[in-house]
């Protein structure tokens, strides 16, 4: 079956694409028709996790039909005893049939099945929980595996790789490249799309093109298909240029008039190649100021966590221009580290010494307000000092078109979202970066462009991020969490 990555930088359109062809949302023009005969699985997050039942209970209704099945050989065999014989032979062989249908779906295995799609997905400590007290994170994680759970025949996928760490990240990777039936898959986790695509489908100017192949053979076609463009365009302008210049200086000639009439029909008849404007990109540039002191923080017999330790006790010290990755797996006490250091979250147990110094810059994982302000407001907010101008060249720089600036923030994707962030973050002097998973939703462009700018920076970085192929060649040192954490 096709597994499908469907691409395009931040804003073409990718997750309204899903949307439409899910009949969340209606199109402008024209109809979707689904063949009825196969089943739809996209992972709806609004979907109401209720109080009172566990994710093992949830999780078990990607089988509802199946338990239905079940279901109806009890009652069929409850009433054996009341059936003629003719009645009881029609009853067993209805059995057999049912039973028949149960064995070919693995029904005795469902909670072997539920435990290793949770084991894989990092969520099988949380089997017993229930699903109302879930963070926003675990939430996606559970949905996702229900989603998995329930095969379908067409899996459609937004962003799947959010919230989960390289050891899962890898365990779907394996997965959807065995999935037997077909899939659409927005990611921008490019080494994971590389992998598990056949098929590519690339939306830019409210144009899909598909690409038979993985993510980098499209990259390598994408490229040469843009070069001949601009070359059959440019030779294409050539030939515009002295049809018209034919035309007129000959038209007017009563010599030459009927061949300049002819060449006009000509022009008139050429298909012009358009070139598109570029996709703008964004540059991000973080403003340095200088730290005097050579040691950032200094954290002693520090223990992270809420109602109980997530850590042992640590002793940890940041020295100026260190370049510090966080790694391990979801609910080890990444964010927490970071919330605690920076004096958000008071910790268990421990002190913690700052410099005086600091000058911080923090992006969040995770903004759960609602923002209806417009982005030129929130950035103006921001910063009231900026003239209109300033802010909106701040925002193109990042990568925001005009039209993205007038926008209210909720009305943005995730990427898009992400950028408005940033512009606030590298319009911020600061000497420490400290970054939670800052590459959720970036488009390849600006996912590039920030790794660039981290790594130019002078000042220092705490970096939680899922994605070796990102922070390899930034950090200077990793904190693995997992060899600390009371829960590895």
Known sequence: MTHIGLVGANGEGKSTFMKIITNEILPDNADIDWNNKFSIGYMDQHINLKAGNTTIS????????????????NYLYDKLSTMDENEMDKALKKIANLQEILD??????????????????GIKELLDADVSTLSGGQKTKVLLTKLLLEKPDILLLDEPTNYLDEEHVEWLKNYLISYQN??????????????????????????LTRYQGNYDYFLRLYEIRKQQLLIEYKEQQNEIAKLEDYIRKNKVKTSTARIAKSREKKLNKIERIEIKKETIKPHFDFHNVKMP???????????????SPLSTTL???????EKIAITGANGLGKTTLLKSLLGLLK????????????????????IIEINTN???????????????????????????????????????????????????????????????EPTNHLDLYAKTELKRALKAYAGTILLVCHEPEFYKDIVTNIWNCEDWSINS
């Open 104 to 121: 070919k779906s693995d029904f005795y295995s469902i909670n072997s099945r539920i435990f290793a799609a949770a084991a894989g997905l």
């Open 182 to 207: 077909a899939f659409i898959l927005i990611s921008h986790d490019n080494s994971f799309l590389n992998s598990v695509s056949t098929v590519i489908y690339h939306l830019e100017h409210k144009i």
């Open 58 to 73: 949830f999780l078990k209704e990607a089988f509802s039909n199946l338990f239905d099945i079940e279901n109806k050989i």
């Open 315 to 321: 002793n940890l010290e940041l020295r100026r221009g």
């Open 347 to 366: 910790p268990l147990n421990g002190d913690i010494t700052l410099s005086e110094y600091n000058k911080i810059g923090y992006f969040e994982q995770e």
């Open 293 to 307: 002191e050579k040691i950032i923080f200094q954290a002693e017999n520090l223990v992270i966590g809420y109602n």
């Open 374 to 436: 417009t982005v030129l407001t929130e950035i103006w907010n921001t910063f009231p000092h900026f003239t209109q101008t300033e802010v909106r060249r701040s925002l193109a720089q990042c990568g925001l078109t005009r039209q993205h600036i007038d926008s209210p923030i909720n009305r943005l994707s995730g990427g898009e979202q992400a950028k408005v962030r940033l512009c606030k973050l590298i319009n911020k002097p600061t000497n420490i970066l400290v970054l939670d």
